[in-house]
């Protein structure tokens, strides 16, 4: 059974940093590529920002220069480093990685529970 376990979400003063963990809990082969999103109160999910196979990242306009997505492969875990937060930044994040268990078997998608991210004075 794959399940993916979010952390490091929090309530912290604007100007401050953040980093959220996405571990993938059970044996898989690969994370294929890793999303970051987030939903505030009464919008619609965004997406953040994403990371793939080779390691190349992309980020949405109005957290780039500030957040950073990276990945350890060996704990098969995807990071979201969120620097000079601000209160904008308020929203529930959510990972989302696309994974594959064995060596054969075809990509899958997973998603996180969501770890509410609070940015305020």
């Known amino acids: 059974q794959v399940q993916l376990v979010e952390s490091g979400g929090g309530l912290v003063q604007p100007g401050g940093s953040l980093r959220l963990s996405c571990a993938v809990s059970g044996n898989i082969f690969s994370i294929n590529a890793g999303v970051w999103y987030r939903q505030a109160p009464g919008k619609q999910r965004e997406w953040v920002a994403a990371?793939?196979?080779?390691?190349?990242?992309n980020y949405a306009d109005s957290v780039k220069g500030r957040f950073a997505i990276s990945r350890d492969t060996a704990k098969n875990t995807v990071y979201l480093q969120m620097n000079s937060l601000q209160p904008e930044d308020t929203a529930v994040y959510s990972c989302n990685l696309e994974i594959r268990k064995t060596v054969s078997s075809r990509k899958q998608s997973y998603w996180g529970q969501g770890t509410q991210v609070t940015v305020s004075s």
């Open positions: 990371i793939v196979s080779g390691g190349a990242t």
